[in-house]
């Protein structure tokens, strides 16, 4: 609460030499004020009692500080938020200024910048002054006629000075006239009159085009076009005058009665009926926003520049709008956050969640952003918007291809270690490995939740894997050519098949993500149409201010006033025309974002297109680089069948080694088998496909003989010795052993062993 935070006033804006400053302590208060604010500002000559009324709105008998001496006491303007005592959750501002015309001052500027400021900042203004008003009230009141001269309504407007009188009208706060020490009867022509009508006969003007009369009559011109809205109390002196030293600490019972009463009723209308602070367009200031207009008013007097509103309202604008993007935009990425669990089983899933945030995110911008020109600041949470969007389809596809190879890897490596093995590479292999293949396919489609890239990432595998399947295809001899031929056309229409189905499924993809664009501008200009009470909410106040210029209208036409009639009749004019151009925007607004919506469709449609073409090229160039492949690998190896009879023995005994000499693999001792080190090593710098021959058989039978031919070696290379002890030890294993061959002639052995050694 204000209270809080704020036992008493602190100085808002410090006068300093002539110069004004702002006070950083102040600034930190209002940025900590979220509650809507009513702000009300007192203005006057010094040392008449200003801060008495500020200290009984505030609820306190002691706060500004009222002074008893002849220098004003006031410097500046001071600043004291308390809650609000008739509207809950919403904070009064009071705001006491320096004293008009001090003793020790010497020149009006400041005073001027004064005065504009407590008009600019409060949504209720007090003119605090002595006595009736009179001539000489109304030219202590000359501030009001530099009212143009000191700001600007617009950032760029009329020459005229009285035609910008509407635009003020919009902006300025409503006026309170407090009379203070009023000795006089209320009456007028011998009757009764309330203190609003006896304002109302002092605003009248003098007819006449004479200097006296256009003297008499600017300030009452400018307090009646610049005021919406003016009330006025009288008060009697309080006390008797040596006692008013110590007003701040007398009792009520030791006051004036009818003061009392009406510093009550005074009082009470404040609180009833002064407005929240509101800034063109409906919006309502809180803390932080006034804590904005201040700067900015602030640093353009200190610039030389003349405070404007507009220009105020659009920074303020720029500030909040650019949080407000953000706000929106941390509150989708909190709903994502909660609601998504990638990857998600369908890309509907993701679509729908997406929307269902987007929806509130927009709401969020909407409530919070104001006087957003050209929709510049929605367009870019659109866009945003978009991005997030992207990036979650982006993660989901991660997420979805990263869980469907780990799940690839885990149902297929049994088969790849199997085809590792060789267990397919032989006579038959090719039709167990494709029924093994479908089997761990189905496996695979049945687990769940494994997202939008299940189909294209298995696709990706398979194709991954068609070396293989192709080698196992090429190899498998049971096969004749004409079967190799179906089973090559087969693979070309599954993969065709294969291919349409995810084109289908991108076609799908294609048709929501165009939905959702729809979708998405739909819920912009929806959201968009029903903020525009904006929009009704300036037309209501356009009709309010044209309503107050007929008035006007009027009664200058009854009082004869030509002239003034004449610049008011074109007042209303423009009025009219604004009001015409305001109620236009809207319709303008949504069919410019019609028209963003309907090129953004027309440019995702062409990039889809592209993409699709591209994608049937890439999938018709690797299905016919497949099927060459296969083709050039079966012609290949249907001409190596072909030339294998030619290849004579001598040929056959003239093939080089990769090893000079056998070592053992595997060994056989005591019981125990034990792999050869040396061996591994070898086998591991083979990076040939390898053609294993193994041979059995009982000792002493030749075994080492045949290896030894198929090897091309000569006899003695792997001639083996057995001992004694070898024989104790009963060594054996797989071993490339050095065998004594049996004592027949070399060239009986070569004959009968040709026709084998072919067929090997």
């Not at 294993?692 to 003695?716: C, D, F, P, W």
């Amino acid at each position: 609460m204000a209270s809080d935070h704020m036992p008493g006033p602190v100085c808002l804006i410090e006068n300093i030499d002539g110069k004004l400053m702002v006070n950083q302590e102040a600034l930190t208060i209002l940025s900590a004020l979220t509650q809507p604010v009513v702000v009300v500002a007192i203005v006057g000559l010094y040392r008449t009692g200003k801060s008495y009324l500020m200290n009984k709105l505030a609820g306190k008998k002691q706060g500004f500080s009222l002074g008893s001496t002849v220098q004003s006491h006031t410097k500046g303007i001071w600043m004291w938020c308390v809650p609000h005592p008739e509207k809950p959750n919403h904070t009064l501002v009071l705001l006491d200024t320096q004293g008009l015309g001090g003793v020790e001052k010497e020149d009006n500027e400041n005073d001027s910048w004064i005065f504009a400021l407590a008009i600019l900042l409060s949504s209720t203004f007090i003119y605090n002054s002595m006595g009736a008003i009179n001539q000489q009230a109304m030219d202590q009141l000359h501030y009001v006629t530099e009212l143009t001269n000191q700001i600007r309504a617009k950032s760029s407007p009329d020459s005229n000075e009285v035609e910008d009188s509407a635009d003020f009208v919009r902006f300025f706060p409503d006026f309170v006239w407090a009379l203070r020490d009023w000795i006089l009867k209320l009456e007028a022509d011998g009757q009764s009159i309330t203190a609003d009508k006896y304002l109302e006969n002092s605003l009248k003007l003098k007819p006449g085009t004479s200097q006296e009369e256009k003297i008499f009559n600017l300030p009452r011109v400018c307090i009646q076009k610049f005021f919406p809205k003016k009330k006025c109390f009288v008060f009697h002196p309080p006390t008797k005058w040596k006692k008013l030293v110590h007003l701040e600490t007398l009792q009520d019972d030791e006051l004036d009665s009818e003061f009392v009463q009406q510093v009550a009723e005074f009082s009470s209308y404040i609180f009833s009926h002064s407005k929240i602070k509101i800034l063109s367009g409906g919006i309502k200031v809180n803390g932080p926003r006034l804590k904005s207009l201040v700067l900015t008013y602030v640093n353009a007097i200190s610039n030389g520049s003349l405070p404007c509103i507009e220009n105020a309202v659009l920074a303020l604008a720029q500030i909040e709008n650019s949080a407000t993007v953000q706000k929106a935009i941390a509150h989708y990425d909190q709903q994502m956050g909660q609601k998504v669990q990638l990857p998600t089983e369908t890309f509907q899933e993701l679509l729908d969640l997406h929307r269902a945030s987007e929806k509130e995110a927009i709401g969020v911008f909407i409530r919070n952003s104001f006087k957003d020109i050209n929709h510049l600041f929605q367009k870019e949470l659109a866009a945003q918007l978009e991005k997030k969007w992207n990036d979650f389809c982006e993660k989901n596809l991660r997420a979805s291809s990263d869980h469907c190879l780990a799940l690839l890897q885990d149902i297929f490596s049994p088969l790849e270690e199997e085809v590792k093995q060789g267990v397919y590479s032989k006579p038959g292999g090719y039709r167990l490995f494709i029924q093994k293949t479908q089997e761990l396919k189905k496996k695979y489609l049945q687990e769940p939740r494994k997202g939008i890239q299940a189909e294209e990432i298995l696709q990706k595998y398979l194709m991954s894997k068609e070396s293989v399947t192709d080698a196992i295809l090429q190899t498998d001899l049971t096969l004749t050519e004409k079967e190799k031929e179906t089973e090559v056309e087969r693979v070309k229409a599954e993969s065709a098949q294969a291919t349409a189905k995810m084109l289908k499924e991108m076609q799908i993809k294609h048709q929501q993500l165009m939905e959702q664009k729809e979708k998405s501008h739909q819920e912009h200009v929806k959201q968009l149409t029903e903020k525009m009470e904006d929009k009704n909410q300036l037309l209501a106040q356009q009709e309010s201010i044209l309503a107050l210029k007929l008035q006007e209208q009027e009664q200058l036409l009854k009082e004869g006033f030509k002239e003034e009639r004449i610049k008011l009749q074109k007042e209303i004019q423009d009025l009219q025309m604004r009001s015409i151009e305001t109620s236009t925007s809207v319709k303008l607004v949504i069919a410019e974002f019609a028209q963003d919506a309907k090129k953004m469709l027309e440019e995702m449609q062409i990039k889809f297109q592209q993409m699709m073409e591209q994608k049937e090229k890439c999938h018709q160039k690797h299905v016919n680089q497949f099927i060459e492949k296969m083709e050039r690998d079966t012609e290949q190896l249907f001409t190596e069948q072909n030339r294998t009879p030619a290849l004579n023995f001598q040929e056959i005994m003239t093939f080089r080694p990769i090893m000079m000499a056998p070592i053992c693999l595997v060994e056989n001792h005591k019981e125990q088998l034990t792999v050869n080190p040396s061996a591994l090593k070898i086998l591991d710098e083979i990076t040939q496909p390898v053609v294993v021959v193994a041979i059995a058989g009982l000792y002493r039978t030749g075994k080492s003989y045949l290896m030894n031919l198929l090897a091309g070696q000569k006899h003695e290379a792997m001639r083996m010795e057995l001992t004694e002890e070898r024989k104790r030890e009963k060594y054996r294993g797989k071993i490339q052993q050095r065998l004594m061959y049996p004592p027949r002639s070399r060239q009986d052995i070569d004959d009968s062993l040709k026709g084998s050694l072919q067929s090997i």
